[in-house]
């Protein structure tokens, strides 16, 4: 099974966190380690932190962060027009973007590990109830599967529309996290706290949309492994974010509905 990391990497360039699996696994491990066992025992006895200037901070990185690599990706699928949205294959090394597309995709990719940082914060703030299984497997699938894409497909290429429909929510959801963050007397009336969650359920019908398009072309170069990976995960994820749409949000009311009757 192991045989298949001696194949070289789809993309030769190596960069920081892109060319050796051991720091990813490393960075996923020690997150794992800290929010589910040792940053809970070092909380244990102290008081949460006030982390409103931090947060204040790292949400409005997270927007930046987010637009501009969303807004540079839709000029340059859209406008630049590499690419034909029904088949994202990968660029060749020796075309003139591959630079650009390279660059692009690594700071999606980085971004990943920064988004780590949510779970952190929860930690130190002591709001446990805050840490889902469905917070947990997102924030951990992202880093692992944007590692395994890299070294065996490349930068670019299908996953460009995963990337830039996730930046999208990206952008609107720490928006929310901004506003919530730093007036709290108004977060229950940010009546868009649960259209996130659609939406986010939105960019995943899209992808399976998308990918099974990609699949129908005749031609299309785009690896049908990867193609057929894209679908089944964003069927997965699909049902996870439903899942808890329905606790979150649908059986609740059922519940009040019930018992006012």
Request: net charge positive.
């Amino acid at each position: 099974m192991f045989e298949i990391f001696e194949r070289p990497p789809a993309d030769p360039t190596r960069l920081f966190l892109s060319s050796s699996p051991w720091p990813m696994f490393i960075i996923v491990f020690t997150y794992l380690l800290f929010v589910l066992k040792l940053g809970r025992q070092w909380m244990a006895f102290r008081e949460p932190f006030d982390l409103r200037a931090v947060l204040k901070v790292y949400n409005l990185i997270q927007i930046v962060y987010n637009g501009v690599t969303f807004t540079a990706g839709i000029y340059y699928l859209l406008v630049v027009s590499p690419h034909q949205l029904s088949c994202l294959a990968i660029m060749p090394e020796e075309h003139p973007l591959k630079n650009i597309e390279r660059l692009m995709s690594y700071a999606y990719y980085i971004n990943k590990y920064i988004d780590l940082l949510d779970t952190i914060f929860i930690v130190l703030r002591k709001s446990y109830k805050q840490i889902s299984s469905l917070h947990l497997i997102h924030h951990l699938y992202m880093p692992i599967t944007g590692y395994f894409v890299i070294r065996f497909n490349g930068y670019g290429g299908h996953p460009i529309i995963t990337g830039l429909l996730n930046l999208f929510v990206h952008v609107v959801m720490y928006s929310y996290y901004y506003i919530s963050s730093q007036i709290p007397a108004i977060k229950r009336r940010l009546w868009w706290k649960q259209y996130i969650t659609m939406l986010q359920m939105l960019q995943f019908v899209i992808i399976f949309v998308h990918s099974i398009w990609t699949l129908m072309q005749p031609g299309c170069e785009v690896s049908r492994v990867l193609a057929y990976t894209v679908l089944g995960s964003s069927a997965t994820m699909f049902t996870m974010f439903t899942n808890f749409y329905m606790h979150a949000y649908i059986l609740p009311k059922r519940h009040q509905h019930a018992k006012l009757k």
